[in-house]
């Protein structure tokens, strides 16, 4: 709904909700922040309205996390190899769950709806089928539960936390800037 929904007896102006969405997952919140992990403008925004669903303590303790300095921060300031690639597999991890919902997403909205978006315009379906494909949320193919842009928002998410990878050459740089000064 464009405009929002009245609830009579309730509130005169429209409310917007959300539908439902793994970005209320209270704990990928707590790994974003706690990484280091920042998102561009219009994920971020997105992910922090997200926040509005959660229970208010989660809300709070995401919001303490947000406050204090990263844990990549600390393990650059370390210069630890061995911190380093503990850092480095949980960056690793989170980027494979978000890759593993990627695929998810996929495999069981975006193919199914775009399946189903493709009979109801070829005209070939059967009567079982095109009564199935009717009931189909085929709006799904490009947009998530919780209307986003479903497949570039998780793409743009998955590669948001790569960033906060540590390479070498970064230590290496970072290194050579401390030693310079």
Same mark, same amino acid.
């Given at each position: 709904?464009a405009?929002?929904l009245v609830?009579?007896?309730?509130?005169?102006?429209?409310?917007?909700?959300?539908?439902?969405s793994a970005?209320?997952?209270?704990?990928?919140?707590c790994?974003?922040?706690l990484?280091?992990?920042?998102?561009? &403008?219009?994920?971020g925004?997105? +992910?922090?309205?997200? !926040?509005? *669903?959660?229970?208010?303590?989660?809300k709070? =303790? $995401?919001?303490?996390?947000?406050?204090m300095?990263?844990?990549?921060d600390?393990?650059?300031?370390?210069?630890?190899e061995?911190?380093?690639?503990?850092? &480095?597999?949980?960056?690793?991890? +989170?980027?494979?769950? !978000?890759s *593993?919902?990627?695929?998810?997403?996929s495999? =069981? $909205?975006?193919i199914p709806?775009?399946h189903?978006?493709k009979?109801?315009?070829?005209?070939?379906a059967?009567?079982?089928?095109?009564?199935t494909?009717?009931?189909?949320?085929?709006?799904?193919e490009?947009?998530?539960?919780a209307?986003?842009?479903?497949?570039?928002f998780?793409?743009?998410v998955?590669?948001q936390?790569?960033?906060v990878?540590?390479?070498?050459?970064t230590?290496?740089?970072?290194?050579?800037?401390?030693?310079?000064?």
């Open positions: 709904m405009e929002g609830y009579e007896g309730v509130q005169a102006e429209p409310l917007e909700f959300s539908g439902g970005a209320q997952s209270s704990l990928l919140h790994f974003d922040e990484l280091g992990v920042k998102h561009e &403008e219009k994920s925004a997105f +992910l922090t309205r997200i !926040r509005d *669903y959660m229970p208010p303590s989660h709070c =303790f $995401i919001e303490d996390i947000s406050c300095p990263s844990l990549r600390f393990v650059l300031k370390r210069r630890d061995s911190l380093t690639e503990a850092f &480095e597999r949980c960056v690793d991890r +989170l980027v494979a769950l !978000r *593993y919902h990627l695929n998810i997403v495999r =069981f $909205i975006s709806a775009a189903a978006k009979l109801c315009a070829g005209g070939s059967s009567l079982e089928e095109h009564n494909v009717g009931k189909a949320p085929i709006s799904l490009e947009r998530g539960t209307g986003s842009g479903i497949m570039s998780l793409k743009v998955r590669d936390t790569k960033g990878l540590i390479s070498s050459c230590i290496e740089k970072q290194t050579f800037l401390d030693s310079s000064i």
